[in-house]
């Protein structure tokens, strides 16, 4: 998984109006949930903010990281849990982040590649990538880039599941049944099987 560092100040001030302000100053509000636990169990957070230009590579991009997390100069390593963004003007509104240690698994979403020309494509049949990533549970450092699935042998009509899915200690969090990609019959298919007869 590639890193990436980003540079937080913490804050003190909370609520709706407080945000709105930050916001204003084209800061993000964020929260750090951390390995800590309160009297309940629940984890601690840290309050802090970010300018918008820190997090736009880690936001706007189809890979995954893990963050080298700056807060008033004391770094934790940290993956993006959670993001906000307006409804209309799509910019972030909050982020929460979640820090990792070595040997504690976490679940991210891993995107996930196809490789290969299917047999039934060659076949005149259409190739559909139904899901686009998959969670994956695993140490961070164990945790790929991407998931690339080879589709050489997949024929018209077959699929590819998630729980056809097997990478050395990584454990997938999604339905063994849900669908990954299938290829699709087409006229043109059709035509093809019928000439064939």
């Known amino acids: 998984m590639k890193s990436i560092d980003i540079k937080g100040t913490a804050r003190t001030g909370f609520g ?3 945000a709105n302000l930050l916001r204003k100053e084209n800061l993000i509000p964020c ?5 800590e636990r309160d009297e309940n169990g629940l984890p601690v957070a840290t309050a802090f903010s970010v300018q918008t230009e820190e997090v736009r590579n880690l936001v706007y991009s189809p890979d995954i ?3 080298n997390l700056t807060i008033d100069g004391k770094t934790v390593l940290a993956v993006m849990r959670e993001i906000q963004f307006h409804v209309v003007k799509d910019n972030i509104l909050h982020i929460d982040f979640y820090q990792v240690t070595e040997d504690k698994p976490i679940v991210m979403d891993v995107p996930l590649k196809l490789k290969g020309l299917a047999v039934g494509v060659k076949a005149g049949g259409k ?3 139904i899901m686009r990533r998959v969670k994956v549970k695993a140490l961070y450092n164990l945790i790929p880039e991407k998931i690339e699935v080879d ?6 009509g077959k699929a590819i599941k998630v729980g056809d899915l097997s990478y050395e200690g990584l454990e997938f969090t999604n339905s063994k049944e849900a669908v990954l990609c299938t290829v699709a019959a087409t006229r043109s298919a059709a035509k093809n099987a019928n000439a064939a007869e």
């Open 16 to 18: 709706k109006k407080n």
């Open 127 to 129: 190739l559909q990538q």
């Open 65 to 67: 990281y893990v963050v």
């Open 31 to 35: 929260n750090l949930y951390g390995v």
């Open 151 to 156: 589709v050489t042998n997949l024929e018209i």
